[in-house]
């Protein structure tokens, strides 16, 4: 089983970054797939949620309208599209699976890949 992601760096305040997840060896069309970060200093959050199927979306709120997630099943890949970012959005990101969707009240995984590094800083 690999999680790889990729596409982090160093961007300016107010810029963007397109965050990339690549997932084998496991039933990637039917988990719910997560984006999570964690902050130097901070526990991990839970950052957005997309669903298998009907690929709807869930984000929490300091993020809404800024971040957008999707997947594309044929690819086994999962992107986090980060527009209008702020320094509090700096730390590693990472991807996980839970097929039965229960992460955000759980914290339980299936799957944990290994991160990218966001830094947002002028």
């Known amino acids: 089983v690999q999680l790889q992601a990729s596409g982090g760096g160093l961007v300016q305040p107010g810029g963007s970054l397109r965050l990339s997840c690549a997932a084998s060896?496991?039933?990637?069309?039917?988990?719910?797939m997560y984006w999570v970060r964690q902050a130097p200093g901070k526990e991990t959050e839970w950052v957005s949620r997309?669903?298998?199927?009907?690929?709807?979306?869930g984000y929490r709120d300091s993020v809404k309208g800024r971040f957008t997630m999707s997947r594309d099943d044929a690819q086994n890949t999962v992107y986090l599209q980060m527009n209008s970012l702020k320094p509090e959005d700096t730390g590693l990101y990472f991807c996980?699976?839970?097929?039965?969707?229960?992460?955000?009240?759980?914290?339980?995984?299936?799957?944990r890949g290994q991160g990218t590094l966001v830094t947002v800083s002028s």
């Open positions: 060896g496991f039933s990637f069309s039917s988990s719910y």
């Open positions: 997309i669903s298998p199927g009907d690929a709807s979306t």
């Open positions: 996980v699976s839970n097929t039965g969707g229960t992460y955000i009240s759980t914290g339980k995984y299936d799957y």
